[in-house]
């Protein structure tokens, strides 16, 4: 998993803000997802992305939060307007298919965000 | 409902005795994943074991083992002789390939300490 790059690790922020997490997953993956934890909390999905494509928005809350992965790029998760209960680790994982054909999710070391 | 059930938020074991991780699951698809992740307290997601629905026998890897009961939909995690390192937070998960192929679904955690 020490492939999958996530950035910044810590990310301080006040109300109001908008917070950037970006993401490159491992080398010859093309899909990504990316996960919340609130604290003592498991991961909560929140979407999954493949170049230039949503494929399932389904965790992701309708507004402030937006998630993109271009052709060239990290994927980028955006939180405009941050409220204090966005703070939480936000994880991003690749895989080199969304199926069964390789079952394995790889893990990034996860950003820290939190809001003031 | 509960997709993952861990009924152990915390768990203390002896350094080198054995422990095992209750994990229990509910999906309806014929074909799915269980998965096992350490979360130490560095943050980051390390992936342990992996069961297929369809695997015949228990998964093991190292130390690791994987207690799948499946007419139970029962992953218990098996860790033998536990080190001081093995402290961490370990979530059960599962991806159903069938529903939901594209994300995984998280339980609450097991918090376990070694202790020497």
Do not use: N
């Given at each position: 998993n020490a492939g999958v790059m996530q950035n910044p690790r810590h990310l301080v922020r006040r109300r109001g803000q908008e917070a950037r997490l970006r993401c490159s997953p491992m080398k010859g993956h093309s899909h990504v997802y990316w996960y919340r934890q609130l604290p003592e909390e498991g991961l909560k999905f929140m979407v999954y992305l493949q170049k230039e494509n949503?494929?399932?928005?389904?965790?992701?809350?309708?507004?402030r939060f937006s998630a993109e992965f271009p052709k060239e790029g990290p994927s980028i998760l955006r939180i405009q307007?941050?409220?204090?209960?966005?703070s939480a680790a936000y994880f991003c994982a690749s895989s080199q298919?969304?199926?069964?054909?390789?079952?394995e999710q790889y893990f990034g070391p996860g950003t820290r965000l939190t809001v003031t | 409902a509960q997709k993952i059930t861990q009924t152990q938020p915390g768990m203390f074991v002896q350094e080198k005795e054995a422990v095992t991780l209750d994990c229990t699951y509910d999906t309806s698809d014929q074909s799915y994943g269980l998965f096992w992740y350490k979360q130490p307290s560095s943050g980051e997601m390390i992936f342990l074991i992996y069961q297929g629905s369809y695997d015949e026998q228990n998964a093991t890897e190292g130390r690791y083992s994987l207690n799948f009961q499946k007419a139970r939909k029962s992953a218990n995690l098996v860790i033998s002789?536990?080190?001081?390192?093995?402290?961490a937070m370990y979530f059960c998960a599962m991806r159903e390939?069938?529903?939901?192929?594209d994300k995984v679904i998280f339980g609450p955690g097991t918090s376990l300490s070694v202790i020497p």
């Open positions: 949503i494929i399932d928005e389904s965790g992701m809350p309708k507004e307007q941050v409220v204090r209960g966005d298919t969304g199926t069964s054909g390789s079952y | 002789a536990s080190q001081l390192g093995d402290s390939w069938e529903t939901s192929y």
